[in-house]
């Protein structure tokens, strides 16, 4: 045989030769849980390892994760029921903790690269992405002006990515419109493009308590039967100013991460959602499967996919691997 593909098998330094994708350190966003009590650090019942911390100890996380090489987050507010409402109004309240967090944070750490999300789930009483209807419907239009303040304040106090993740139509051009209209035309734009109504985001939920208080969220969320779909949803926030394009979940999506790859010029980003987080754990805390080596396994092949970033709860556990 004149071509023997193992050759290139045959010892770890040629395998590291011919090793055509790997995942960098600098390629992960971290996602935090923010608290509003500054002290508080509790541990995510459903995702062991995973903490919701107030701004001193998520201070204490990032410079953590500085020192491993991790500088990008993604900040989410755990939101007391007795500032949820109807009409999500702390989500653009200057004076909130989410908001005084950001800016303490970028303070704190002004190279820091810092993402926050922008729907109305955490903030809304309903726990809907979007504004509910009498009648139960979720309101596209009328959602669109509260996501505009939302992302605006977000902005105003530093973020430096915003991530529309509610799914309402043409969120994407409102947020970039009213972005440009207030002076901030350097927040970038990350849309969640390609966000499924998946079984797998049960954890988060917990995190956040944020689960919709009646129905589902299948009406804007997208079908996970459905891959075709997802052209037209990335088409669409490309034009509208999208700067990244994010498929979530990630795993059981690793198709969906090529489309776009293969048909879109921006930055495609993953999510490794809390589901999958809490699969691998359990499963490694029973001996069934090799922690370390499953984690870098299931980063390779999102990478392997096509995603340029990966937003991922290992992404400390990861560097502090490669650093040994």
């Not at 795993?251 to 930055?267: E, S, T």
Request: hydrophobic content about 40%.
């Amino acid at each position: 045989m004149r071509t023997r593909p193992r050759r290139n098998r045959k010892s770890q330094a040629i395998r590291d030769l011919t090793e055509e994708n790997q995942v960098n350190i600098h390629d992960l966003i971290f996602p935090l849980f923010l608290l509003e009590k500054p002290t508080a650090k509790i541990e995510v019942d459903s995702m062991p390892g995973i903490f919701r911390m107030g701004t001193r100890e998520i201070l204490r996380e990032i410079e953590a994760c500085l020192k491993v090489g991790v500088r990008s987050f993604d900040l989410f507010p755990v939101v007391e029921e007795s500032w949820k409402d109807k009409m999500a109004t702390r989500s653009y309240d200057e004076s909130f903790f989410y908001l005084q967090a950001i800016r303490t944070i970028k303070k704190e750490f002004p190279t820091v690269c810092l993402m926050s999300d922008v729907a109305m789930d955490p903030y809304s009483i309903d726990g809907h992405d979007g504004l509910v209807g009498d009648n139960g419907e979720i309101l596209n239009d009328e959602t669109l002006d509260i996501l505009g303040k939302m992302a605006v304040a977000q902005a105003a106090a530093g973020i430096d990515i915003v991530g529309p993740s509610d799914m309402m139509d043409g969120r994407v051009g409102f947020i970039r419109d009213r972005l440009d209209e207030e002076g901030f035309t350097h927040t970038s734009i990350m849309s969640y493009t390609a966000k499924y109504a998946s079984a797998y985001y049960g954890p988060f939920r917990d995190a956040l308590d944020s689960a919709p208080r009646s129905g589902d969220k299948k009406t804007y969320q997208m079908n996970p039967a459905n891959q075709r779909e997802a052209l037209i949803e990335a088409q669409l926030d490309v034009e509208e100013g999208a700067d990244f394009l994010m498929v979530k979940p990630a795993l059981a999506y690793l198709d969906v991460i090529k489309l776009l790859r293969d048909n879109f010029d921006v930055p495609i980003a993953a999510y490794n959602v809390s589901g999958e987080y809490s699969m691998l754990t359990a499963a490694a805390q029973r001996g069934w499967l090799d922690r370390e080596a499953v984690i870098y396994e299931q980063l390779l092949a999102m990478k392997r996919a096509g995603a340029d970033i990966i937003l991922t709860y290992f992404a400390r556990e990861y560097a502090e691997l490669i650093h040994g």
